[in-house]
């Protein structure tokens, strides 16, 4: 108990502050966008059931209607045909949805070059300079493009060849997949993989390995600009969906001040 109520006070008296990766979630919110003949999730939508009026005098309550995989959310395993015979988001641990998380900034890279693609070299740059990579943890990658996430056709930058958006190089996503201790890896963009992975070998790669390996991925994160290189604590929240491949999550870290 003492280390429980250590913590508490930590968080009360501010030695510990809690911050929030979740970008806020409403028929706003951006959504990825699949060319035909494939098809789309569906955005976010409340419908009111009452709001202190006849239908209910004393209440105010909602229905709530979304896709797995809008806004900030979690990744299971099943989410991709490589780990079909993974866990279900029902299934993650609850252990594994607190962990320790890296950061990586490529933000400035990134505001020059949509396309950037995170290389092995650069994990290994940044792990020169700050310790390995948390055993278990998260590997956190801040490209800046949270602060797009309010305007759809800047969050997804689509042209004439498709969405440009930053990711992981195809041997990187092979690398954290095989061979990196992390649990898996959270971005600030709609998805895991780049906007132009579809052209990749093979597509898709983040989905492709690092969920059939069983790892996980966290989506259209925000305020990773607020976070330490290393040090963070990451609490993921996504519902326990049975048969879920995904879920609308509230992420946290705490990070010691």
Request: hydrophobic share 40%; net charge negative.
């Amino acid at each position: 108990m003492p280390l429980l109520q250590d913590l508490v006070a930590a968080i009360a008296d501010g030695r510990i502050e809690v911050l929030d990766l979740t970008a806020p979630l409403s028929d706003k919110t951006p959504i990825i966008q699949l060319p035909p003949p494939f098809a789309n999730t569906r955005r976010f939508e409340l419908t009111e059931i009452s709001h202190y009026d006849e239908r209910g005098p004393a209440w105010y309550w909602n229905d709530i209607a979304t896709g797995e995989h809008v806004g900030t959310h979690f990744d299971a395993p099943i989410h991709w045909a490589t780990g079909r015979d993974g866990k279900d988001v029902s299934q993650v641990p609850a252990r594994q949805l607190i962990a320790r998380a890296a950061v990586i900034d490529k933000s400035r890279e990134c505001a020059e070059n949509p396309d950037f693609l995170l290389e092995v070299a650069d994990v290994e740059a940044w792990e020169n300079e700050h310790g390995p990579l948390p055993k278990g943890g998260w590997l956190l990658y801040r490209t800046g493009w949270d602060a797009r996430a309010s305007d759809q056709q800047r969050f997804l930058n689509a042209n004439e060849t498709g969405p440009h958006t930053p990711g992981i190089a195809v041997e990187c996503a092979r690398w954290l997949a095989n061979e990196a201790p992390v649990i898996g890896v959270g971005v600030e963009t709609v998805g895991t993989d780049a906007g132009t992975a579809h052209s990749f070998d093979p597509a898709f790669p983040c989905h492709a390995f690092l969920l059939g390996a069983g790892k996980y991925g966290l989506t259209q994160l925000a305020n990773l600009a607020r976070l330490p290189a290393q040090g963070a604590v990451v609490i993921a929240g996504p519902l326990p969906i049975v048969h879920g491949s995904g879920s609308p999550a509230r992420v946290l870290a705490l990070v010691e001040r």
